[in-house]
């Protein structure tokens, strides 16, 4: 087959344009070729199947980046992007042809057989292995940086060659890629040889229908295997007995960001921002990079003037003259932005990079396009309840008492359920109590792939869900696993999904004889409990089975928490947590008032016995004192026993981790219970040096976990000493800012103030006066 790489006469065969993906240098020569060869069609590198839904990339409502996403139609989760830019040379041609009325098809080896070749590909046909040609070719110039030698040449021909010879610079490329093919055949890529055979053949199809005025924009490394001589046999050949799938091609919405990352289709590209803006620039595009940078710098409180703007543009054009380039590149703009506008600092320049040299541009694509059910009844709820897939990581604060936002919070929780991580809970601003849920949102285009994978179970994301739920409770491997997905139905709001989730709890609860899995299972349901009352789902059911389960965990826990070595001690300190958490919830949730005293009692067991380790004595002394069912001479005593000569170290450091580590308001109860923190103190310094290295690591995770505040009071009480101004008994600490006993005739001092402000006294207007 005869073809020629950027000629611009017809009667040599078909117009070959090489190109770099995402490059807008290559998008300006190729609108520049086609307008002046004006070939009678135009073939694009491409799945072969997107001939379907090429018409779409007309439509008004298309606004990229967007992406091609295949996928195999019985297995989802095998599936390929190809994404385009404005300033992609693929998508520039595909609009030209749209507007001029030419016909366009894609050529590549078609998405059934590339599917079936791959486990699954994030981005179209290239998996970023082998040889990189433009490192080559800019080592072959003398530069160290191929980025740069790719801008100096290509991206910065603002004319895309000239007028005399718009297609010169496609000659010059396939001449250097020719050779790279003789030296280095394949590059690593042997997949490419099957896909230049279906491009070859396509090629050769769309030169019967349409002659030779045909133009074709592919990367630049396969135009010297499109070119080359050879029969329609061997490329068949090559193609057959090729695995194949059935699969579907649709337009998605992209971002810059994703464009930015460097794997597959174009191998990825640092600057999609910048590259845009070159792009997109009708004239002096470093006057206007520097004026946006600017812009966002000013939105983020820094002083930037018209003056800084002048004087970047002044550096950036002196740097890329003393650097001998053709043009200002990123790097020079990006040094006279730190220089002028950071001053030297990398801090904003962080800013500069992440909004405006990569950006967070979210494409944009019809309704029209096609979509599986599911995700049209995503994005049906996504309108209606105003919540916008945006590309930016962003913060949103639900009330479940409103309608709206309890809907939004059903909807983002049944699609986690689904697979589908649109968001996820964190901790909330502000009020803590039940009515209450942040999330932190951000929509990445893969999600997209997570819809069509979740389609499976349902054209709805209500039906998909709940089926999924029930699939999973039948084949749930452990009873903790069953309780959380119980939880997760409360959630989701999933209330047909429940009787089936109910009956393998109760199941599976019924058939569990291990007491750390029950612990495990108990904190979820306590949980789901308290959701239910929120989100006015009935959950007497599973109210009971909670219950039962307390009831047991109460009677097998402490068994189970003796002769533990440390790693086992651990995790039952962490279930005895959980539990005693849930015990609370139940009594509020379901009027087990009875459980917190046999709970009580399950601690009491835990504090007394020398067999249970120290970590989980000292917790459950400290959650008694808590609860107000230990005195605190009785805490005290048992403070005392565990640190007391006779006790091996490492277990009364834990003894003690467990007392005052951890949860909140430990140190302060040190701070304020002077005969404790006497007792620590007197343990600690009589540890034998030996040992002392043994529990230092212990007691420093312990210690750590404190406010800075409460670590400068216990190391200030420390420093004094027992007995300090002669205030206390021997052994006992003096607070500092505490003297002994009240100063009456100080406290009286205050009082007239305290009336004033409290409005129990009017101010003496004369004395005022």
Do not use: N
């Not at 109860?669 to 009589?686: I, P």
Request: net charge negative.
């Amino acid at each position: 087959m005869t073809a020629r790489a950027g000629g611009t006469t017809a009667p040599g065969g078909p117009l070959l344009l090489g190109v770099r993906h995402h490059g807008p240098g290559s998008a300006r020569a190729v609108l520049a070729a086609l307008e002046a060869v004006r070939p009678a069609a135009v073939l694009v590198e491409g799945p072969p199947e997107a001939d379907a839904v090429l018409p779409l990339a007309a439509h008004p409502r298309m606004r990229p980046p967007v992406a091609l996403l295949a996928h195999a139609v019985d297995e989802p989760g095998r599936a390929a992007f190809w994404p385009m830019a404005d300033f992609s040379p693929e998508w520039v041609a595909i609009r030209w042809a749209s507007a001029h009325g030419v016909p366009v098809r894609f050529v590549d080896l078609p998405a059934a057989h590339s599917l079936a070749l791959t486990e699954q590909r994030e981005d179209g046909p290239e998996d970023g292995r082998g040889i990189d040609p433009i490192g080559i070719l800019a080592g072959a110039a003398g530069y160290d940086d191929p980025e740069r030698w790719w801008e100096d040449v290509v991206e910065h021909r603002a004319d895309g060659g000239g007028p005399a010879d718009p297609c010169a610079p496609f000659a010059a490329l396939a001449e250097a890629m020719t050779a790279l093919r003789e030296a280095y055949g394949d590059g690593g890529h042997p997949q490419d040889a099957v896909r230049e055979a279906a491009m070859r053949l396509q090629l050769r199809a769309a030169r019967k229908e349409f002659g030779d005025g045909v133009a074709v924009v592919c990367g630049a490394w396969h135009v010297p295997a499109l070119g080359a001589r050879t029969t329609v046999a061997a490329d068949r050949a090559l193609l057959k007995g090729m695995p194949k799938v059935k699969a579907e091609v649709t337009w998605v919405p992209w971002t810059h960001r994703r464009l930015a990352r460097h794997s597959g289709y174009g191998a990825g590209i640092e600057s999609p921002g910048w590259y845009g803006h070159l792009f997109g620039a009708p004239d002096r595009p470093v006057e206007r990079w520097m004026t946006k940078v600017a812009g966002l710098l000013r939105d983020s409180d820094r002083a930037v003037s018209p003056a800084h703007v002048i004087e970047a543009v002044r550096l950036a054009g002196t740097l890329a003259a003393l650097r001998d380039r053709p043009a200002v590149g990123l790097a020079e703009a990006t040094d006279a932005v730190r220089a002028v506008m950071c001053e030297g600092s990398d801090v904003p320049l962080a800013l500069v990079r992440d909004r405006l040299v990569v950006g967070e541009i979210l494409g944009e694509v019809p309704d029209t396009a096609p979509a599986v059910p599911l995700q049209r009844d995503l994005d049906r709820q996504q309108r209606t309840l105003r919540l916008r897939p945006e590309p930016e990581r962003r913060e949103l604060d639900l009330d479940l008492r409103k309608d709206t936002d309890a809907a939004r919070s059903r909807l983002l929780h049944r699609l986690r359920l689904l697979g589908v991580d649109w968001g996820e809970t964190v901790a909330g601003r502000g009020s803590t109590g039940t009515f209450r849920e942040s999330w932190r949102l951000r929509w990445e285009p893969e999600l997209f792939v997570r819809i069509a994978e979740a389609g499976v179970w349902g054209t709805t994301v209500l039906g998909a869900a709940t089926a999924r739920a029930g699939a999973e409770a039948v084949s749930a491997s452990t009873l903790a696993g069953v309780t959380a997905l119980a939880e997760q139905c409360l959630l989701a709001g999933l209330p047909d999904a429940l009787p089936v989730v109910m009956r393998a709890l109760s199941d599976r609860a019924a058939l569990d004889a291990d007491v750390g899995h029950l612990a495990d299972a108990l904190p979820a349901l306590a949980r789901s409990l308290r959701y239910g009352d929120v989100r006015s789902t009935g959950t007497a059911a599973l109210g009971e089975v909670a219950v039962g389960l307390a009831e047991r965990v109460c009677v097998g826990l402490p068994p189970a928490c003796t002769g533990l070595d440390a790693d086992a001690a651990a995790e039952a300190h962490r279930r005895v947590e959980g539990v005693h958490t849930a015990v609370g919830l139940l009594a509020d949730a379901v009027g087990a008032y009875g459980l917190p005293a046999r709970w009580a009692g399950v601690l009491r067991r835990l504090s007394t016995r020398d067999a249970v380790a120290g970590v989980i004595r000292g917790r459950a002394t400290r959650l008694l004192l808590d609860d107000g069912r230990l005195a605190e001479s009785e805490a005290a005593r048992l403070m005392g026993l565990a640190l007391s000569p006779g006790a091996a170290p490492p277990d009364a450091a834990g003894w003690i981790e467990g007392f005052v580590g951890g949860a909140a308001g430990g140190g302060l109860l040190l701070v304020h219970d002077e005969r404790l923190l006497g007792l620590v103190d007197t343990w600690l310094t009589g540890i034998p040096p030996g040992t002392f290295t043994d529990v230092l690591p212990l007691l420093r995770r312990t210690f750590s976990a404190y406010e800075p505040g409460v670590r400068r009071t216990l190391g200030e009480l420390v420093r004094r000493g027992p007995g300090s101004d002669g205030a206390r008994d021997e052994g006992v600490f003096a607070v500092p800012g505490f003297g002994e006993g009240l100063d009456e005739e100080r406290a009286d001092a205050v009082v007239p103030v305290l009336r004033l402000l409290l409005g129990l006294d009017t101010p003496d207007k004369e004395a005022t006066g």
